[in-house]
């Protein structure tokens, strides 16, 4: 167990639809960060966020959206789905807001889009 | 463009084998490398992590190597266990912090007994 934790583990829905993806960081952590991965495909970088505020976006499109609460847990929001939304979404969580000291990966959530 | 570029795409070894995963980047200026494991539907797990000015760190049968100057590293695995069978991906990290991070597509190592 990484301390990371991320829930559902599956998620199975229709295009059109919207999910909610949670992340609970390491004791500890402040940082938050979603990656996507399609299969076959390396990590792509979503979002972080560090102590409740946005600091970074990467390629997150329009449709997907993200927050972290006061308790420091995160959801990232996906709506309209698509099929060609399904993948692995990891949650990774760090003690700060750079990267130099590693971050620690949660298990993922694996959407189907059908 | 920064890139990570890992070679083989996939890899079949027997059991108690060695093998060498490579890791060519042109991300710059670059801060650090990674290596990570990243068993079939689990997050990544962290095997090491060098600096511009290390050349090899190990961890366990996991040695890792790094040269700057030609932005190529290596991950060389010793007596192969079944438990290896697993993606390991390259992570270049430039400076800048969190968005600098640059994964490869990852090598998929199956060991076979």
């Known amino acids: 167990d990484s301390g990371v934790t991320q829930t559902p583990k599956h998620l199975i829905t229709a295009t059109g639809q919207r999910v909610t993806l949670r992340c609970s960081p390491r004791s500890g952590d402040l940082s938050v960060y979603w990656y996507q991965q399609s299969l076959d495909q390396g990590l792509q970088f979503l979002i972080q966020?560090?102590?409740?505020?946005?600091?970074a976006k990467g390629n997150i499109l329009e449709r997907f959206s993200a927050q972290q609460f006061p308790d420091l847990h995160s959801e990232l929001n996906l709506s309209s789905l698509e099929l060609g939304d399904s993948a692995l979404y990891f949650c990774?969580?760090?003690?700060?807001?750079?990267?130099?000291?590693?971050?620690?990966f949660g298990s993922g959530t694996r959407l189907t889009v059908v | 463009k920064n890139q990570v570029e890992q070679s083989p795409q996939s890899l079949i070894i027997l059991e108690g084998k060695n093998c060498t995963l490579q890791?060519?980047?042109?991300?710059?200026?670059?801060?650090?490398l990674r290596w990570y494991k990243q068993d079939t539907g689990r997050g990544p797990v962290s095997l090491t992590i060098m600096t511009f000015s290390e050349n090899t760190k190990s961890n366990g049968r996991y040695t890792a190597t790094l040269d700057a100057d030609t932005k190529q590293s290596s991950l060389h695995i010793t007596a192969s266990q079944l438990s290896d069978s697993a993606s390991y991906i390259c992570?270049?990290?430039?400076?800048?912090?969190?968005?600098?991070?640059?994964f490869g597509a990852g090598t998929r190592l199956a060991v076979h007994p």
């Open positions: 890791c060519n980047y042109t991300v710059s200026p670059f801060s650090n």
């Open positions: 992570v270049v990290i430039g400076t800048g912090g969190y968005n600098k991070l640059i």
């Open positions: 990774a969580s760090s003690v700060e807001g750079g990267s130099l000291y590693g971050y620690t």
């Open positions: 966020y560090y102590n409740g505020e946005e600091r």
